[in-house]
């Protein structure tokens, strides 16, 4: 399974962003190990793991400590090494939600294009709420994962938007 996986850490003079190898890793403290190598006096860092075009997993480090990690599908752990590495010991459901079972109305009101807030056939875990404080909701989150057609790119593309950081992200993907 193919994976790209980008680092952005938030200095005093904005962002920076680096690719980072997760080849070898042995467990999630390691993997936080390489985000905090990325650059050690970050206030925040992220990193965000995209696997297959399908699933993504995002990492977050403030200070370097308290590590809280988001997987837009637990399936990402019975698929793979890494998945199972990065959301394997996750809990099943996402936190920091309310109401997640209520249809959520669609720009217009019509009844008939309800949708669920979270696509019903993937599973989030972890802290859904891990970018909360950046100006992305739990439910912005889950709504950009379960977006029929989104891929992990343009989810990543989308919170690094609200971030101010795309710029530095896709550049590592041009390399």
Not at 13 to 36: P, Y
Not at 83 to 103: I, N, R, W
Not at 109 to 133: H, K, R, S
Not at 138 to 152: F, R
Request: with cysteine.
């Amino acid at each position: 399974m193919s994976y790209f996986a980008a680092a952005v850490a938030r200095l005093e003079g904005g962002w920076t962003a680096d690719e980072v190898s997760l080849r070898g890793v042995t467990d999630v403290d390691e993997v936080a190990d390489r985000l905090r190598d990325v650059e050690p006096d970050a206030d925040l860092s992220l990193l965000f793991v995209e696997a297959d075009d399908t699933y993504l997993v995002i990492l977050r480090l403030d200070d370097g400590e308290d590590l809280r990690i988001f997987g837009s599908d637990s399936t990402y752990a019975e698929e793979s090494q890494l998945g199972a590495l990065l959301v394997g010991d996750l809990k099943t459901s996402v936190t920091g939600l309310e109401d997640t079972d209520e249809p959520r109305a669609v720009a217009g009101g019509d009844e008939e294009a309800e949708q669920p807030a979270v696509d019903p056939e993937a599973d989030p875990v972890g802290d859904a709420d891990i970018l909360a404080d950046l100006g992305i909701s739990a439910q912005k989150l889950l709504s950009l994962c379960g977006h029929e057609g989104m891929m992990p790119a343009d989810v990543t593309a989308e919170i690094c938007q609200v971030l101010g950081c795309v710029d530095e992200v896709e550049e590592l993907r041009e390399v």
